[in-house]
């Protein structure tokens, strides 16, 4: 049925229809008859809908030195990091944020250049 999405042109999955109201004629319906009127109610809803799309979230904790608070939450929030949380105990600190999953690749490298 449809291999993009009109938002961003990804493939669209996990898409459930019910059908409320139809009819059946002998000559006019066929499964190309009930593709294309699916194909067709895909595309006024894109067309009259309000979308965002979304994107995967992480959990993070970071548990280091205390010496690097700083430049932790730094390189968090240099990647769209919400700080959720902090706490630390004896020279060391944890720190808890939630990260968008896109941000998070190479983070383990910038991590040991610190």
Known sequence: ???KGMLSGHKLSGIRFRLQDG???IVDSSELAFMLAAHG???E???NGNWQILEPIMLVE???PEEFQGAVMGHLSKRHGIITGTEGTEGWF???AE???N???GYAGELRQV
């Open 23 to 25: 009819g059946h004629h």
């Open 103 to 105: 941000d998070m690749f």
């Open 99 to 101: 990260v968008p999953l």
């Open 62 to 64: 970071v548990t280091a």
């Open 45 to 47: 809803v894109f067309q």
């Open 1 to 3: 049925m449809a291999e």
């Open 41 to 43: 109610a895909i595309k």
């Open 94 to 96: 944890t720190v808890y």
